[in-house]
C-alpha cells in the first residue's frame, strides 16, 4: 500500500465523526420532503438535496483544508513523506467520498418516498444521484481552491461566501447593462439547482403516471443556453482544481497566516464586486457609503487601517465612476 | 553514501533576506550542531532543508534525491520548535498518525522511551506541558529513527534529566547510522555534544576557515613554578581559562604564540609544557564571537 492510499484510510477514519454529524443533520433537515398530491400520488421535495448537496460544496473546503490555513501545522504537514499534490488529493478524495456518502443516503431516502408512487423512476434517480455528485464534487474541487487562496480560514470562508454569490452579483450587473436580460450567467451551485430541476420534473412525471404537471423554468429556457452554461461551468471546476494542485505544490508557508494577496482573493474580488454592483446613484451619500463600504473591505483585506496606494487609486477611480452616475 | 548537499540555498521573506547563497555538505552519522542568536534563519534553515519551505533558488538533497519529494522526505524528521497537534490529539493518536506516513516507527521503542519519561498516552497533548509534548515528538523521532534528523531548539522546555536523556539518545542514533543537525541559541547546551557546529550569522554561515583561524588563535600551556602561582603573574597574556593546582598552572591564552612565549618566560617557570587543545574548551568563545551578541551561554 502506498503512503497516500494509507494516509487516506487514516483521514477517511478520523473524518467518520464529522460524517456521521453531517448524515445526521442532512437527515433532519430533509425529514419532511413529501408533499401529497392528494390523489394517492406523492411529490417528493428534491431542492432537499440540492441545498444539502449545495451547502456541502461550500462547507467541506473549509473542514477538509483549514489545517493548511496554520503555519505550526504546515511545519508538521509538508515535511511528511508525501508529495504535496497527493496530500492535496487525499483531502479531495476524502470531501468527494462524504459527498457520495451523504447524497447516497438522501437518495435512498427519495427512492423509499417515491417508491411510494409505485416506482417507474429508477433510471431517472440513479442518474439523478451519479450527476449530483459527480457535479456536487466539482463544485466542492472548485470552492476548496477558492479557500485554499486565503492564507486564513477567516479569509478563505470570506472567499468562498464571496465566490458562491459573484454569479447572482454579475447576472444582476448584466441584467442592468443590458436592458433585454442580458446572457445568464450560471455558477456551478446554479447549474446544480437547474439539474435538480430537470430530474426532479422527469422523475416525478414517471413516477407520478403522469398526473405531475411538469413545470421547470428550465422548459422555458434555450436548452442551448442552459448547455453552454453547464460545459462552462465545469470546465471552470476543472480548471479550478487544476490551479488547486498547482498552487498548493508552491504553497509558501512562511505566507501563511499572513495577509490574502492572491489575485484570486481581495485584490481581484473588491473591485470587480464594487464594479459589478455599480448602478446609477442620484444620493450623494450613497455615493459616500458605497465608498466606506469599500474602505472598509480593504481594511478586512490589509488587516489595518494603513492601506497601500494601489487601494486608494482603486477608491478614487471607483469614486469618480459613482459621482459620474451621480 | 548518504549525506545532506545543500546547494546555493538563499531565501526571503519579501525583500528580507533571511538566507543567502548558503553551501554545505553534512557528512554521514555526524551530529550537526547549528548555532545562531534568535532571529538569525536557525528555523528557517531547518524549514528550506526539511520540505516544509521551497527556497527561492538553491537545492537540498538528501543521497543525491531533491527533498521536494515525498519519497525522499521518508528518510528524514523534522521536530520543529512548536510541532502540530490536533486539539484533542493523545500520544497514541500521534503515534497513529505518524506509523501512516512511516509504517517502520517502532512501537516497542515509542513505549519505552515514553515509560522512562512516564508521560502518559491516552491524555490530551494539551494537558501536556511543553517539555512533555517535546519528549513525546522526541520520542516517535527515535522509534521512526529515520537516517536524517533535524531538530529545532530541541532543549527547549526539557528538564536537567530530560536533556542528559536526551543528549544520550541522539549520540545513540548517530551510532546507529543517523544524521543529526540540532539548532540551539543556547551555545552551552550543543558544547562538547555535537561533532561538528555551523554558525549561522548575517545571512550565511560563517565560513570553516574563519572558525578554523579563531580556533588556532589559541595555546595551551602547562607551567610548573617553584612557588604556588597566582592568576595575577598571568595578567600580561589575553588568557582564556587559567586553572591552578599546587605549583602547576594550565592556561589558555589568545594571541601570537611568540609574544604569549616571551611573557611565560619572564614569569621564570620551572618547566613549560604545550598541550593540544580539545574544541570544547574553546567552543564558548569562538562561536560567541563569531556569532555576536544575543546567544545565551
Known amino acids: 500500500m502506498t503512503t497516500e492510499e494509507r494516509y487516506f484510510r487514516y483521514h477517511f477514519r478520523e473524518t467518520l465523526p464529522r460524517l456521521a454529524i453531517t448524515i445526521v443533520l442532512a437527515l433532519i433537515f430533509c425529514s419532511d420532503p413529501l408533499l401529497d398530491l392528494g390523489v394517492g400520488k406523492y411529490l417528493f421535495d428534491f431542492n432537499y438535496i440540492l441545498y444539502t448537496a449545495s451547502m456541502m460544496a461550500l462547507c467541506m473546503p473549509v473542514f477538509e483544508f483549514r489545517m493548511f490555513n496554520n503555519r505550526r501545522n504546515l511545519d508538521t504537514w509538508f515535511s511528511l513523506p508525501i508529495d504535496r499534490w497527493k496530500l492535496a488529493l487525499v483531502h479531495l478524495l476524502t470531501g468527494v ?101 430537470l430530474f426532479e420534473d422527469r422523475i416525478l412525471t414517471y413516477s407520478s403516471g403522469g398526473s405531475w404537471i411538469w413545470n421547470s423554468a428550465l422548459t422555458k429556457a434555450e436548452p442551448a443556453t442552459f448547455f453552454f452554461y453547464l460545459v462552462l461551468d465545469v470546465l471552470i471546476c476543472v480548471g479550478a482544481i487544476y490551479l488547486l494542485f498547482r498552487s498548493f505544490n508552491r504553497r509558501r508557508s512562511e505566507k501563511v497566516e499572513d495577509v490574502s494577496d492572491s489575485w484570486f482573493g481581495y485584490r481581484t474580488l473588491i473591485p470587480v464586486i464594487a464594479v459589478a454592483m455599480l448602478q446609477p446613484v442620484r444620493n450623494p451619500t450613497l455615493v459616500l457609503l458605497r465608498l466606506i463600504m469599500m474602505y472598509v473591505a480593504y481594511i478586512i483585506y490589509r488587516r489595518g487601517v494603513r492601506l497601500k496606494h494601489s487601494d486608494y487609486i482603486i477608491m478614487i477611480i471607483y469614486g469618480i465612476l459613482l459621482l459620474l452616475m451621480l | 553514501m548518504e549525506l545532506i548537499e545543500i546547494k546555493n540555498l538563499s531565501h526571503s521573506f519579501g525583500s528580507h533576506v533571511v538566507l543567502k547563497d548558503l553551501n554545505l555538505t553534512v557528512r554521514d552519522n555526524e551530529i550537526l550542531g547549528l548555532i545562531g542568536v534568535n532571529g ?5 534553515f531547518l524549514r528550506l532543508i526539511s520540505g516544509v519551505m521551497t527556497p527561492d533558488c538553491g537545492e537540498v538533497l538528501y543521497d543525491g534525491q531533491s527533498v521536494g ?72 523521532a527515535f522509534a521512526i529513527a529515520p537516517k536524517f534528523i533535524l531538530l529545532d531548539e530541541a532543549f527547549d522546555g526539557l528538564d536537567p534529566i530530560a536533556r542528559a536523556r536526551f543528549k544520550e539518545y ?100 620551572l618547566m613549560v609544557d604545550r598541550l593540544e587543545i580539545e574544541p570544547g574548551e574553546i567552543l564558548l568563545d569562538t562561536m560567541k564571537e563569531l556569532v555576536g551578541g544575543g546567544v545565551e551561554l
Open chain 1, 97 to 197: 467520498m462524504h459527498i457520495a456518502i451523504v447524497l447516497a443516503i438522501l437518495f435512498l431516502f427519495a427512492v423509499s418516498y417515491v417508491g411510494k408512487n409505485g416506482g417507474g423512476a429508477w433510471g431517472w434517480l440513479l442518474l439523478y444521484y451519479i450527476v449530483m455528485v459527480l457535479l456536487t464534487s466539482l463544485s466542492f474541487g472548485f470552492f476548496s481552491f477558492v479557500f485554499l487562496q486565503a492564507n486564513s480560514t477567516g479569509d478563505g470562508c470570506l472567499f468562498i461566501m464571496d465566490y458562491a454569490m459573484l454569479p447572482t452579483v454579475f447576472e444582476a450587473f448584466f441584467d442592468r447593462v443590458s436592458l433585454n436580460g442580458g446572457p445568464v450567467i450560471l455558477g456551478i451551485n446554479g447549474v446544480i439547482s437547474d439539474v435538480t430541476q
Open chain 2, 40 to 44: 538569525s534563519g536557525k528555523s528557517t
Open chain 2, 69 to 140: 519529494k515525498g519519497a525522499t522526505r521518508r528518510k528524514l524528521f523534522l521536530l520543529s520548535d512548536d510541532p502540530f497537534f490536533a486539539e484533542g490529539t493523545t500520544a497514541d493518536d500521534l503515534y497513529a498518525l505518524y506509523k501512516t506516513f512511516y509504517p517502520e516507527i517502532r512501537r516497542d521503542v515509542y513505549d519505552q522511551l515514553m515509560a522512562l519519561s512516564a508521560l502518559p498516552h491516552k491524555k490530551s497533548l494539551s494537558k501536556f506541558s511543553k517539555g512533555m509534548r517535546r519528549q513525546t515528538f522526541i520520542a516517535l
Open chain 2, 170 to 269: 541522539v549520540r545513540n542514533a548517530a551510532n546507529n547510522g543517523s544524521t543529526i543537525i540540532i539548532s540551539s541559541h543556547a551555545l552551552r547546551e550543543l558544547e562538547g555534544f555535537c561533532d561538528n557546529y555551523l554558525i549561522l550569522s548575517d545571512t550565511r554561515f560563517a565560513s570553516p576557515e574563519m572558525v578554523e583561524n579563531k580556533v588556532n588563535s589559541f595555546v595551551k600551556y602547562q607551567l610548573a613554578f617553584e612557588q604556588t602561582p597566582t592568576k595575577e603573574m598571568f595578567a600580561r597574556l589575553n588568557l582564556h581559562k587559567c586553572e591552578i593546582v599546587g605549583r602547576i598552572a594550565t592556561i589558555i591564552a589568545e594571541g601570537s604564540e611568540d609574544k604569549i612565549i616571551m611573557e611565560i618566560d619572564a614569569l621564570r617557570p
